[in-house]
């Protein structure tokens, strides 16, 4: 019987669902004042497309009974275990032996499908359609997430798990490194925005960003701590991390931009914390804390410098999806080879004098599911630019997605007729 270790990733679910809310708000804050409803409908359109397809078919093909080729989550090319779908042999498994461990995983593990969906919409905000992005998120799922999914998490016979030996206790390449490949593939296809220059648009809401981090920040403790499934030492050492790392980050951006660019900004922090808090989540459990908190140093200045080169390099990446999530990602994967250790203590890491071995394992796994997200992200999002669209016109965008889309606005304007006139 599992029943605290069911009741712990319950709690620890409800945790990381709340961060695709959070989520939306920190990418709300950021836009302009008549891109918010669409940037926060990317987000919650991920939540019911994603969750509904992880329900019918997404688990099955990442950690289904039938999953055993390692490679898509498939026995063999079509075999799907039928009893897989909708989880309906992990419900009547709870159902019988009243132990629904399993099922909680599967819940678990849905939560970081929608998430991983929705960081991708912060590279193409404020310039593509609803409806073209809803098709880009069940064909990103199906393609890339949930076969990555089972390379890395599944570790009954995910070949970067058991083969290659990967190590990524809470997503650093499912997560990260493959939304930030994605979103900059998705940023080259669908082009840049209208009059595109560096400090175009200030964030219209900064007290909304920082409600959205605070909220990521609480969820990112569910995310990393419950990957361990279950309350104990481990899951204490990933929670403690994601804290330290996370302030490294917050402490360091606000020095980096108090340095380069002479004031600290409140968004510059929030942007630190989530950058340290991206690096801690493949490595959480395989650092000590000392460790952890270098590492969100360390982040908190690279990853400043990384979204810079956006301008350099002529991509727009709206809200700096590739220099924190993917540029994150791996800094945070490599680093488990340069400082880590495995869960029962055992060095792995190369300062600690065991050797480059896992290091190059480790950049396997980057280089894979970054070459391979990319790669499929691209496709996808040529193809739906040239049959249905995805970009919106520029007279749409000047005037303001939001009314143009969605038909709404997020600020209601005064009536002009309820005016005080003095």
Known sequence: MHSNETMFLIICSALVLF???????????????SSVVSMMMMSFGSLALVGTMWVVFGYAISFGTAADSGFVGFDGVFG?????????AHTDAAVASN????LAFSGFQGTFAVI???????????RVKFGSWMVFAALWAFLVYFPVAGWVFNLKSGWLATKVGLMDFAGGTVVEIASGASALALALVVGKRF????????PHNVPLVLIGV?????????????????????????????LAAGVGGMLTWSLYERIGHGKPTSIGAASGAVAGMVAITPSCA??????ALVLGFAVGVICGLAIELKYLLGFDDSLDVVGIHMVGGIVGTLWI????????????????GAGFEQLGKQAIGVLTVGIYAFAVSYAIGWILQRTIGMRIRSTDEIAGIDSVIHGETAYSKADPRWTWRG
Do not use: C
């Open 19 to 33: 961060m695709t809310p959070g989520l939306a708000f920190f990418y709300g804050g950021l836009v302009r004042a």
């Open 337 to 352: 080879g340069l400082f880590g250790r495995t869960v029962a203590g055992d060095a792995v890491g190369v300062f600690f």
């Open 286 to 291: 395989y650092l000590d804390p000392i460790w």
């Open 80 to 88: 799907i275990n039928l009893s897989d779908l909708f989880l309906q």
């Open 99 to 102: 132990d629904g461990f399993d």
């Open 116 to 126: 991983t969906v929705a960081l991708i919409s912060g590279a193409i905000a404020d």
């Open 195 to 202: 009059g595109f220059t560096k400090g175009m648009h200030a």
């Open 214 to 242: 605070g909220i990521l920040w609480f969820g990112w403790f569910g995310f990393n701590a419950g990957s361990e499934l279950a309350a104990d030492g481990t899951a204490a050492v990933a929670f403690v991390n994601t």
